[in-house]
T-cell receptor, first 109, second 114 residues
Framework: SQELEQSPQSLIVQEGKNLTINCTSSKTLYGLYWYKQKYGEGLIFLMMLQKGGEEKSHEKITAKLDEKKQQSSLHITASQPSHAGIYLC?????????FGKGNQVVVIP | DGGITQSPKYLFRKEGQNVTLSCEQN?????MYWYRQDPGQGLRLIYYSQIVNDFQKGDIAEGYSVSREKKESFPLTVTSAQKNPTAFYLC?????????????FGPGTRLTVL
């Protein structure tokens, strides 16, 4: 069974619009990572969240970890073509980094 | 520049042949990992190594083998026993083992079996 569920699986947004993607676990998350991947390339680290209620921002991307530490959301403000790609969440589960299946984001002009 | 390199970027092999994928890091990281990624799937752990001369099986180790003779290098061999080897392979490293340590990823190798 998938330990990390990401939703929606894919998302198409118009350039300039905001979007939110989610990563959910049935277990408490100790260390939640967000990575971005362009097709056929490696993963680029975006940010890491550890504390319940924590929120971090980088440029137009904001990620939050809920108080219960079982769900994280990633919000992109005023999306641009450079935001297109696959967003993967990873978390420390059973002392390993487990990954969700990813959210595919497409930005159309 | 510090980082992780994987070679080659694209690899083709015939059925029944073994093939070795290279992974090198100059980050002075103790831990290294190999993942497999299939379309629409997340990353699945094949093997990992916490320190030189030591490695453990991940979730899908069957048909794969690794070695860790040097801290900088963690090559992955895809053997003929792997029934469905066509996939995108990613190597990663972290300063130490454990899911709480950020992993740095290489650019990946796409293996196609003809």
């Amino acid at each position: 069974s998938q330990e990390l569920e990401q939703s929606p699986q894919s998302l198409i947004v118009q350039e300039g619009k905001n979007l939110t993607i989610n990563c959910t676990s049935s277990k408490t998350l100790y260390g939640l990572y967000w990575y971005k991947q362009k097709y056929g390339e490696g993963l680029i680290f975006l940010m890491m969240l550890q504390k319940g209620g924590e929120e971090k921002s980088h440029e137009k991307i904001t990620a939050k970890l809920d108080e219960k530490k079982q769900q994280s959301s990633l919000h992109i403000t005023a999306s641009q073509p450079s935001h297109a790609g696959i967003y993967l969440c990873g978390a420390d589960l059973n002392n390993r980094l487990a990954f969700g299946k990813g959210n595919q984001v497409v930005v159309i002009p | 520049d510090g980082g992780i390199t994987q070679s080659p970027k694209y690899l083709f092999r015939k059925e029944g042949q073994n093939v070795t994928l290279s992974c090198e890091q100059n980050l002075n990281h103790d831990a290294m990992y190999w993942y497999r990624q299939d379309p629409g799937q997340g990353l699945r752990l094949i093997y990992y190594s916490q320190i030189v001369n030591d490695f453990q099986k991940g979730d899908i180790a069957e048909g794969y083998s690794v070695s860790r003779e040097k801290k900088e290098s963690f090559p992955l061999t895809v053997t003929s026993a792997q029934k469905n080897p066509t996939a995108f392979y990613l190597c990663a490293s972290s300063i130490a083992a454990g899911g709480y340590n950020e992993q740095f990823f290489g650019p990946g190798t796409r293996l196609t079996v003809l």
